[in-house]
T-cell receptor
Framework: GQQLNQSPQSMFIQEGEDVSMNCTSS?????WLWYKQDPGEGPVLLIA???AGELTSNGRLTAQFGITRKDSFLNISASIPSDVGIYFC???????????WGAGTKLIIKP | KAGVTQTPRYLIKTRGQQVTLSCSPI?????VSWYQQTPGQGLQFLFE???????NKGNFPGRFSGRQFSNSRSEMNVSTLELGDSALYLC???????????????FGSGTRLTVV
């Protein structure tokens, strides 16, 4: 099925480092969503973005809705061990409201 | 309040068999959506039910079907299982019909299906 381009696929970082990941699409979206999935669990919504240019924070997480409506990024500042997991972006298409998912970014913290 | 409950958590089936997965949404939620998750493929939308009617459907073959009961509980059925059907199947509930949209979704922990 149709997917967003989410990168990087995985990240190995040191505790305390900042993290950045992004998603791009050829389609215009009217909503961008960022989810986190812990092992053995379903995804949990972190941040929802509804307007082009919107910048929203949730604790150490910050996400932005790209001006072109075709991209979004998620930043995590000062990573901690519980940040490990898979982060998914999802975009809702402007034309038919179908939700399209990225393949995920796996975050691993080096001991 | 109780979250979204999916049963069973794990299932092993043989090729050619059929399987039924169950999802109990959060109390008061009327929309139930199903997703298939395979490694490296993200989440693929299967279908969404609202008030016992399928309102939206993804690009999956007819072997994948579902239904929703009057109490909003939903079941998903896969017939003639293939090896490629091995995946984590996630159910998500919402108070509203979102035609595939994700905000307001609460996901269950999923059913991991292995086809051998």
């Amino acid at each position: 099925g149709q997917q967003l381009n989410q990168s990087p696929q995985s990240m190995f970082i040191q505790e305390g480092e900042d993290v950045s990941m992004n998603c791009t699409s050829s389609s215009i979206f009217n909503t961008w969503l960022w989810y986190k999935q812990d092992p053995g669990e379903g995804p949990v919504l972190l941040i929802a973005l509804y307007k082009a240019g919107e910048l929203t924070s949730n604790g150490r997480l910050t996400a932005q809705f790209g001006i072109t409506r075709k991209d979004s990024f998620l930043n995590i500042s000062a990573s901690i061990p519980s940040d490990v997991g898979i982060y998914f972006c999802a975009g809702q298409e402007y034309s038919n409201y179908q939700l399209i998912w990225g393949a995920g970014t796996k975050l691993i913290i080096k001991p | 309040k109780a979250g979204v409950t999916q049963t069973p958590r794990y299932l092993i089936k043989t090729r050619g068999q059929q399987v039924t997965l169950s999802c109990s949404p959060i109390s008061g939620h009327r929309s139930v959506s199903w997703y298939q998750q395979t490694p490296g493929q993200g989440l693929q939308f299967l279908f969404e039910y609202f008030s016992e009617t399928q309102r939206n459907k993804g690009n999956f073959p007819g072997r994948f079907s579902g239904r929703q009961f009057s109490n909003s509980r939903s079941e998903m059925n896969v017939s003639t299982l293939e090896l490629g059907d091995s995946a984590l199947y996630l159910c998500a509930s919402s108070p509203l019909l979102l035609t595939g949209g994700g905000y307001g979704y609460t996901f269950g922990s999923g059913t991991r299906l292995t086809v051998v």
